[in-house]
Nanobody, 118 residues
Framework: QVQLVESGGGEVQTGDSLRLSCSASGRTLSTYVMAWFRQAPGKEREFVASIMGPRNTGYAMSVKGRFRISRDNAENTVYLQMNNLKPEDTAVYYC????????????WGQGTQVTVSS
């Protein structure tokens, strides 16, 4: 198990940028596949981005080209850089972790709110 804590959310205007951080304790993140999910009001939770290593990342089509996931193993932290934010990006963003490239994400943070106004 690993404990995850998200930070960096807030309220911004359309076109602004935010960087979310996910800090881990209990285990070293280098052994985990990490991901970001989000859940907007009235909608299902959806996948945003994942990272195994700097050469192995994946993105939802809705954020590809605008968001970038990265990690700093020395700081035991995963980041989500969000650029050109849109109102439809408004959601609670969750950090998640799992061992291996298959299976369910079984470690989750508490979430951080991102609100984008027009």
């Amino acid at each position: 198990q690993v404990q995850l804590v998200e930070s960096g959310g807030g309220e911004v205007q359309t076109g602004d940028s935010l960087r979310l951080s996910c800090s881990a304790s209990g285990r070293t993140l280098s052994t985990y596949v990490m991901a970001w999910f989000r859940q907007a009001p009235g909608k299902e939770r959806e996948f945003v981005a994942s990272i195994m290593g700097p050469r192995n990342t994946g993105y939802a089509m809705s954020v590809k080209g605008r968001f970038r996931i990265s990690r700093d193993n020395a700081e035991n932290t995963v980041y989500l850089q969000m650029n050109n934010l849109k109102p439809e990006d408004t959601a609670v963003y969750y950090c998640a972790a799992k061992i291996g490239i298959v299976g369910l994400y079984d470690n989750w943070g508490q979430g951080t709110q991102v609100t984008v106004s027009s």
